[in-house]
């Protein structure tokens, strides 16, 4: 038995010498996981070890005696070990999702020892399996979610699941942007975090209004913050400046809002990991072979659907969410963010997870705070 590196508690793991271990650790910090990454990466590269019959150590000694002899890269080994782990994996009925993440971090193994892995075809497209189809997250499964998740995935979770943003650009959202946000929304200049943390009695009855461009497809647009969100992404930047964890202190706020624990912005990899985590902690459950349907396209899905079942506006639904739309109603909402915003605010009851009363910073909203 042996124990990796963890910032916060030991991992325990079976079956590996002295010399696995080593790789593992180097893999660990020269990835810099977190706790909750390494947890499931170490189960996918065990599941990998078994299917091929070797231990870390022994394919990476395989890996560099294979480089040495410069073999073509589609004539190694571990060429054949992806393939076939790809392929036990569509037998085990396993969702592409999840087929991709095992590869994912397979691959993040072997690339942390400077190993050149051939490219891996993975699936991209729509949703394949039929137990994927029409399973929605629903307010009551939201509210599971963040009641076992911490600060920071519950900010990530009301954000996306309120404003229709999607995972990327919540993780592009910058400090700046949402603090020239709050401070348009109540009138008042902020340009630090400690004025920040100063007007959130105002923040808590007003609705921001955020300029996001989708870099996906570069496209502009606009969508709002209600106060339930801006008071779950105040609750986690107040840990970043009084927490324990020095590493993730703000120091430029032109830098990402959401960060990892070593202070680096947030990545895909890391919500993905964290969201199918929480889902699992909060008893949430899918099908064998079905992606969890609490991930984090969920949430966006989740907006779309809600605004569209209950006012049935689908335009305004898309334009919220960074779907292109007719440039005649894009133009629109541009030229009259107001009327964007009170149609939003029919919508709003039906998104909130708190099941909040509008009407207090309704009429906050209809005075401007003047």
């Given at each position: ?339 964007l915003k009170k149609r939003y605010m029919e919508a709003l009851p039906y998104l909130s997870i708190d099941k909040i009363d509008i009407s207090e910073f309704n009429r906050e ?6």
């Open positions: 038995m042996v124990i990796l590196i963890s910032n916060n508690h030991p991992i325990i793991c079976m079956n590996f010498t002295e010399d696995d271990q080593k790789r593992i650790d180097l893999w660990v910090l020269r990835k810099d996981l977190e706790d909750s990454t390494i947890e499931y990466y170490i189960e996918f590269l065990k599941y990998y070890c078994n299917l091929v019959g070797l231990t870390p150590d022994e394919l990476i000694k395989e890996a560099d005696l294979e480089e040495e002899k410069s073999i073509k890269l589609r004539d190694r080994k571990l060429n054949f070990y992806f393939l076939k782990m790809k392929k036990q994996l569509k037998n085990e009925n396993k969702a592409e999702g999840t087929i991709n993440l095992y590869i994912y971090s397979v691959k993040s193994f072997y690339d942390s020892m400077d190993i050149q892995v051939p490219p891996i075809k993975i699936s991209r497209g729509d949703i394949a399996l039929e137990e994927n189809y029409g399973k929605l997250i629903t307010r009551k499964d939201l509210s599971r979610l963040v009641s076992v998740a911490a600060p920071r995935e519950t900010a990530l979770i009301y954000l996306m699941a309120l404003s229709g943003m999607a995972q990327a650009e919540a993780r592009n959202l910058t400090i700046r942007k949402f603090m020239d946000a709050a401070g348009e929304a109540i009138k008042k200049e902020i340009k630090t975090i400690d004025d920040l943390f100063q007007y959130q009695h105002l923040l808590r009855k007003v609705i921001l209004t955020v300029h996001i461009t989708r870099k996906k497809v570069n496209y502009r647009y606009i969508t709002f913050i209600p106060p339930e969100v801006t008071r779950k992404i105040l609750d986690y930047l107040k840990e970043r400046v009084k927490g324990c964890n020095q590493k993730i202190r703000i120091n430029d706020y032109d830098s990402a809002l959401f960060v990892k624990n070593n202070g680096e912005p947030i990545d895909r990899d890391v919500i993905v990991t964290n969201f199918r985590r929480i889902g699992l902690k909060a008893g949430l459950k899918k099908k064998e072979g079905a992606y969890s349907y609490w991930r984090a396209h969920a949430m966006r899905k989740y907006f779309i659907s809600t605004i569209m079942n209950n006012i049935g506006d689908k335009t305004l639904a898309d334009f919220l969410a960074g779907h292109k739309i007719s440039d005649v109603d894009r133009a629109y909402w541009y030229m009259d963010p107001e009327s909203n209809d005075h401007n705070l003047d």
